[in-house]
């Protein structure tokens, strides 16, 4: 089976399980939150784009309403409006690589802009599921752990799943399969999920 072959075979599992009435309902949890981590191969990382694309599609034709968010594409939003893109070029272009991460972290703020602005997106669509890509855009200044800690509160109403570039454990986070994020066990792996 090639790898795209997998990826196809993958989404359509994802797909089952994501449009399944226990799934949405957020049944058979046992008290724990609604997050699901699916992770993959980066070296596959263009195939996914397109199955998450295909995935949004395909649950919108089942009455589903999903909302994907790219943290990529969000954190150019909270930068072009809190500080100016230009701006930021020229800091990255006059810094080196720690302080503009630092800088970057700062301009970004998961407490005060990045979540809320999360919150903000999911209160104003109101969908059935809050899907997250763009991890690996995002490393090292924002963390997926980051992410899915600081947003337990707000998104405990709604199926979460996180496309992640790299290996889920059930226990700890490893980004591209290289990089140990920190331990996060909080969230289930949709591969193992029957349906």
Do not use: C
Request: hydrophobic share 45%.
């Amino acid at each position: 089976m090639t790898e795209t072959e997998q990826i196809h075979l993958k989404f359509s599992h994802i797909f089952q399980v994501v449009s399944s009435e226990s799934f949405l309902k957020m049944d058979a949890l046992g008290g724990e939150i609604p997050f699901w981590i699916a992770p993959y191969d980066v070296a596959v990382s263009n195939q996914v784009e397109i199955e998450i694309k295909n995935l949004s599609k395909k649950l919108l034709a089942k009455g589903i309403k999903p909302l994907i968010v790219d943290l990529f594409e969000l954190s150019v939003q909270i930068l072009e409006s809190h500080v100016g893109l230009e701006d930021v070029f020229y800091i990255e272009g006059d810094s080196d690589k720690e302080y503009f991460k630092e800088t970057l972290q700062s301009m970004l703020n998961i407490h005060e802009r990045f979540i809320p602005k999360m919150i903000e997106l999911k209160n104003k669509a109101q969908p059935q599921v809050f899907m997250i890509k763009g991890v690996g855009a995002v490393y090292p200044f924002i963390r997926s752990h980051n992410i899915l800690n600081n947003i337990q509160v707000a998104m405990n109403d709604i199926p979460t799943l996180m496309f992640f570039p790299g290996v889920y454990n059930g226990k700890s986070l490893n980004l591209f399969g290289q990089l140990m994020d920190d331990n996060y066990y909080r969230a289930f792996n949709i591969d193992n999920f029957k349906v």
